[in-house]
């Protein structure tokens, strides 16, 4: 038992209180907290108080059979263990015994260093039934966080066999698929992809788009990430339809906007030279004009 442990909870019920109460010095001497009773109630209500981890009962109490008495608390504490202790044993006591689940038949008059055997080793039946428990607690919480945010993540989560059949499909793929769960579990990856699209598994890369077919035949453009773990590859998908459609839309304008360049370049080339054809002919105009010469400034419009 760890120093910084509270002490392990005893209970000590038999009607021979010398005998009790002897059992119980034993037991504090090893650590221990008893408590003794020499009839089956007080004992039941005080395990129901403040429960118990180790119960030492007799057979025969002048208020119950020691074997209903070990049946009601294993009812009220089923982490704990009972031994059932006997000075007179019959086969039908020790048949009793065993159906109640007891941990140990110990026959009077009681060795102490018995009785000190079967109590340590029911006290560490108790302590790894609390840590198992405790574990599964634990488990139970992780499993239940994990869910939470694989369920609210609004990224696509696979988990895929080593084959590459899916055995888990977040709220996010089923959204994404159109489909329910019952539909995508059992199904391998490559019949949650587009016609055409290029699968090898188990994937030759960490990173690869792929578009996720619908039953409704519209395709979502998916960036898959796949992570090993244990004897499931995760796969996370992020949908990218509308980043591609965006970022071809930029590249249409960027290649505009280098051809508006490029003609305001030319238009620019094109009118100086244009503007020096025009003066000179306004200059050859008002010439023409003054020489009256008509011929010629008909010429000149129409070079014009």
């Avoid at 118990?52 to 059979?65: E, H, K, N, Q, T």
């Avoid at 591609?244 to 490029?262: D, F, N, P, S």
Wanted: proline share 5%; aromatic share 4%; net charge negative.
């Amino acid at each position: 038992m760890r120093a910084d442990a509270p002490p392990r909870r005893v209970l000590v019920v038999d009607d021979n209180r010398a005998l009790a109460d002897n059992i119980a010095e034993v037991l504090r001497d090893e650590d221990l907290d008893p408590e003794v009773f020499t009839r089956a109630a007080p004992a039941l209500e005080a395990a129901r108080a403040t429960g118990f981890d180790l119960a030492l009962v007799d057979v025969r109490l002048p208020d119950a059979i020691g074997t209903d008495a070990l049946v009601q608390l294993k009812q009220v504490c089923p982490h704990a263990e009972v031994i059932v202790m006997s000075g007179n044993a019959t086969l039908e006591s020790a048949l009793a015994t065993v159906r109640g689940g007891a941990f140990a038949y110990l026959l009077k008059p009681i060795s102490m260093a018995e009785l000190l055997r079967l109590a340590t080793l029911a006290l560490r039946q108790v302590a790894l039934r609390l840590e198992r428990e405790a574990l599964m607690a634990q488990l139970s919480a992780s499993e239940a966080r994990y869910r939470t945010v694989v369920e609210s993540s609004p990224t696509l989560i696979l988990g895929l066999d080593p084959s590459g059949v899916v055995t888990l499909a977040n709220d996010a793929v089923v959204e994404a698929t159109k489909q329910p769960r019952e539909a995508l579990l059992g199904r391998h990856f490559h019949e949650l992809v587009a016609q055409g699209s290029a699968v090898v598994w188990p994937p030759e890369a960490p990173r690869m788009e792929l578009a996720l077919a619908t039953p409704v035949g519209a395709e979502r453009l998916v960036e898959w990430h796949f992570g090993a773990s244990d004897a499931l590859t995760f796969a996370f998908g992020v949908d990218v339809t509308e980043t591609r459609a965006i970022e071809r839309k930029m590249r249409a304008a960027e290649q505009l906007a280098v051809v508006g360049q490029l003609t305001a370049g030319l238009a620019h080339e094109i009118r100086n030279p244009l503007n020096s054809a025009l003066l000179e002919l306004k200059v050859l105009s008002r010439r023409l004009q003054r020489a009256q010469d008509e011929a010629g400034q008909e010429s000149v419009a129409t070079v014009r």
